[in-house]
């Protein structure tokens, strides 16, 4: 890869437009016409859209023109742009179409000229939000075909205006347009490259730190996850569609890709695996040959030392189903089976066929518990060194911006490589039969979860059969 020396970060990524294309209209089999469908409750009444379009000559140019900057002059009010050695500045002036709301039905129709079939165009629609003081918008890239393309499901840029008005008065005047991940929204102040000596950096779309972490673990496709064992256990991945959970203890992000990131955290983690080894005066080499020789499938035992994040349990307490004594191997099999178990229950909601986990904390360290958690999910294991997941995650979120208005724009895939990958030669293969037996297993749990959270039967015969199974 390839990038200036400098570029600052930060991104909220939004879905885009589904573009389909339909039969060809009566203009003739060259012509281009665009139909944007139009939420009309979102706008103003009396408000006029204005629709944007750039062909991909003029996307090109704009592009080109990003590795420009503009100063003015307080004094003269003049303006001017320097370019890098090679770049020259290219004014562009999209096709532009005001249609006044009151004269749109459903949607909008706009023939694109100088635009041919298989040629990329970008299209920007914007008009007055509802409330009278704001801007709705949205934005798309797409691929022309001949006859009319319907742009059917818009995905407007708009803050919602129920949550800011309830998060503080006025907020809203005092927020940014929202705005893809990768923009490059400005360049650093003259202020901060005076007091520090840094140079007049390129300035990317904010994100907060779970999406930054997202990218500085690697998770730029669905089906690869990080597990976080620490004092708490999280697991969070990539997921290509907003899904939600409807028990509300799992999170939904904007991901830097432009995708979504879904995030699950449960409260008894490593301080639950420091009490049981501590109860049973293991260190924990011990504990690892408990995982190692004991089976699973005898005993359940919930470990809400605290209360619990994920199910949400607001009273601490243990929950045990199987024998009411065990040896000390069979609890620590126990403990690890349910956490691996919780984790993996808990995280359906994404919609993800989990077949990568990049395994992060302190625990992490612990090749046993990382066998049990290859077996529970039947997925491929590996250990991630990763110091500031979040920072890693800024600074390639940086490159990535900066090589996408760069001549080599590369994918997420090349941007991480070599900076957030996980160890090659700690590779966990799931067991098989092991996998197929939690696949069992794990609906046990959940009658056990539901049981003690007062929303289900007795799961005890549940837990015999599975037992009397099993041998």
Partial sequence: MKFSDASLVLALALPWLAAERLPQDAAGKDSVTLAISVERQLFAADTTLDVQVWSAAQIAALTNNERCASTRDTRTGTERTSCPDGITYQPVVPQRVHAPLGGVANAIEVRLAGIKAGESFRVAVSGLSRDGCNTTSATAVRTASSGRNALMDLAWQEWWRDAVDATAPGLRDKLATIAPSQSIVGTLSRYWQVRYGLPAAKVIAWSG???????????????????????????????????????????????????????????????????????????????????????????????????????????????????????????????????????????????????????????????????????????????????????????????HGDLAVSDSPADWEDVVRGFAEPVATTRLQPDTARHEFYREFIRVYAACEAHALGRGPDPEPLLKGLADRAG
């Fill in 209 to 399: 730190d779970n999406p930054c972490s997202l990218i500085g673990t690697g998770l730029v496709r669905e089906g690869r996850v990080a597990v976080s064992l620490g004092t708490s256990d999280t697991v969070f991945g990539l997921m290509s569609e907003p899904r939600v959970d409807v028990t509300g203890t799992g999170h939904v992000f904007g991901a830097p890709t432009g995708d979504y990131m879904g995030l699950t955290c449960f409260q008894n983690g490593s301080l639950a695996r420091e009490r049981v080894r501590n109860e049973f005066a293991m260190d924990w080499a011990a504990f690892s040959r408990a995982l190692d020789t004991t089976r699973p499938g005898a005993l359940i035992v919930l470990p809400w030392f605290e209360p619990e994040i994920t199910p949400a349990v607001p009273i601490a307490g243990i929950h045990r189903y199987g024998p009411a004594r065990a040896t000390p191997e069979a609890e620590v099999r126990a403990l690890v089976d349910a956490q691996m178990m919780a984790m993996s229950l808990h995280s359906q909601w994404m919609g993800v066929e989990i077949d990568t986990i990049h395994a992060t904390g302190g625990a992490a360290a612990n090749r046993s518990i990382l066998q049990t958690m290859a077996d529970v999910f039947g997925a491929t294991v590996y250990q991630l060194e990763v110091g500031p997941s979040a920072a890693l995650g800024a600074a390639l979120r940086a490159a």
